[in-house]
């Protein structure tokens, strides 16, 4: 779904360096998420934000931060990246909650690799 | 605490044979359900959700609130069936997703 785009796809880089990954949606949704997926333990939900003033802590947030620049931008940020940080990122929408289980769309993802 | 379990990491079938994907939760009060599907090369997607109650793709769920599951089924498996599946639930009224740990489905000819 060419909506939720991520940037950049992939990324090395090396511990202790700060890295910043981008979501944009064209979806005009309200809500966004990172998640980080490692193999044998699926997605786990870092940050998400109901809107542009709402910022809220994930499953797993330690070492990391977001800034919700705009309805259409939720930025990931590692400052000070370490190893175990080496994983596929995943930014998601959905819309406003209707209390009846929204579909959350995906984009395709970011692998960082932290050496 | 709010947890998803996946039991099987990797399902091999034939062409033909049904398939079950099982998914049991745990969770304080009424979850809603899901099941993602991310094939080869594409994103991670939407399958069906409970309160929908409907077959996408010739798969079923149906959530068994006594069980604490949600199991994914299909009579009939196709090799483009092959993906990696998630089960997820949220809260009533939050979209927060917890995710299971996935189980790769492979469908051989």
């Known amino acids: 779904d060419a909506d939720v785009t991520q940037t950049p796809r992939n990324r090395i880089t090396k511990t202790g360096k700060r890295i910043m990954l981008e979501c944009s949606q064209t979806?005009?949704?309200?809500?966004m998420y990172w998640y980080r997926q490692d193999p044998g333990l699926g997605l786990r939900l870092i940050y998400y934000?109901?809107?542009?003033?709402?910022?809220n802590k994930g499953e797993i947030s330690d070492g990391y931060s977001v800034s919700r620049q705009a309805q259409a931008k939720f930025s990931l940020s590692l400052e000070s990246a370490i190893p175990n940080q080496t994983a596929l990122y995943f930014c998601?929408?959905?819309?406003?909650?209707?209390?009846?289980?929204?579909?959350?769309?995906f984009g395709p993802g970011t692998r960082l690799t932290v050496l | 605490a709010q947890r998803v379990t996946q039991p099987e990491k990797l399902l091999s079938v034939f062409k033909g044979a049904p398939v079950e994907l099982k998914c049991n939760y745990s969770?304080?009060?009424?979850?809603?359900l899901f099941w993602y599907v991310q094939y080869s090369r594409q994103r991670l997607q939407l399958l069906l959700r409970?309160?929908s109650r409907e077959s996408i793709k010739g798969f079923t769920a149906d959530l068994n609130k006594g069980e604490t599951s949600f199991h994914l089924k299909k009579p009939f498996a196709q090799e483009e069936d092959s993906a990696m599946y998630y089960c997820?639930?949220?809260?009533?009224?939050?979209?927060?997703?917890?995710f299971g740990t996935g189980t790769r489905l492979q469908v051989f000819p």
């Open positions: 409970h309160i």
């Open positions: 934000s109901f809107d542009v003033k709402d910022i």
């Open positions: 979806k005009g949704h309200d809500r």
């Open positions: 997820a639930l949220s809260g009533r009224g939050t979209d927060k997703l917890i």
């Open positions: 969770y304080s009060g009424s979850p809603e």
């Open positions: 998601a929408t959905s819309d406003q909650g209707q209390g009846a289980g929204d579909e959350q769309f």
